[in-house]
């Protein structure tokens, strides 16, 4: 990551991480499936909210950090 790179945040500075942002995942239709059942499924994309302003600021398909939502 370049040194002047700083990580995404919503308009009221908030970073993945905060106790104010969630975390939501996408799941493919098959996916979704195994979330009705009970099964624990892997997310497709992980997109990052802060619930005070609503705004969607980061997603991600990385790999690691799916499986820390899986």
């Given at each position: 990551m370049p040194a002047?790179?700083?990580?995404?945040a919503c308009g009221c500075?908030?970073?993945?991480?905060?106790?104010l942002v969630s975390a939501e995942a996408s799941y493919s239709p098959l996916g979704w499936?195994?979330?009705?059942?009970?099964?624990?499924?892997?997310?497709?994309?992980?997109?990052?909210?802060c619930r005070r302003c609503d705004v969607v600021f980061d997603e991600s398909t990385d790999p690691q950090v799916l499986d820390s939502h899986a």
């Open positions: 002047d790179h700083q990580p995404a500075g908030h970073r993945r991480g905060h106790h499936l195994g979330v009705v059942l009970g099964i624990s499924m892997k997310p497709i994309k992980v997109r990052f909210r």
